[in-house]
């Protein structure tokens, strides 16, 4: 039977959980998501923990923060000064919206808090400093 190696096309069923259970993806009642393996698309554990499954194994996947979506970092929370914000702007806590960087590139940020003269924004990946647990299944080899 085949096995999954580096190069290889392949599509997974699969569900993303954090260590609580909750469950953050999951492509259940939908296509199989299609990947490249080691082509760097998708987080390194993942694309590193398909290597030598065969169609139709399933199999846990944990991947730590690190590995993951990195850690929560403090560098990446700021203040946005509502002087500099458009007039009626007024965001709720834990709205997300879409910013621009100075070099042009669109991030999204999450209100964290707000003052009278500031909202608070932390612009790290909603997923960062969380442990992932990913349960996949092979369902097809070079598509």
Do not use: W
């Not at 398909?50 to 194994?57: E, L, R, S, W, Y």
């Not at 960087?101 to 608070?120: L, N």
């Amino acid at each position: 039977m085949a096995r999954v190696k580096a190069g290889d096309t392949i599509n997974i069923h699969y569900t993303g959980k954090l260590e609580d259970g909750t469950v953050f993806d999951s492509s259940e009642g939908g296509a199989p998501l299609e990947f490249k393996v080691g082509g760097g698309e998708f987080l390194k554990g993942l694309e590193e923990g398909v290597i030598g499954m065969g169609v139709g194994d399933e199999k846990t996947i944990r991947i730590p923060a690190e590995e993951g979506y990195g850690i929560h970092t403090k560098e990446k929370v700021f203040e946005f000064g509502r002087d500099k914000a458009p007039e009626n702007f007024n965001p709720e806590i834990g709205q997300e919206l879409q910013m621009y960087r100075a070099d042009g590139m669109p991030i999204t940020v999450k209100v964290i808090g707000k003052t009278e003269k500031a909202f608070t924004m932390d612009c790290n990946h909603p997923l960062a400093g969380k442990n992932l647990v990913f349960d996949i299944k092979l369902e097809e080899i070079g598509v």
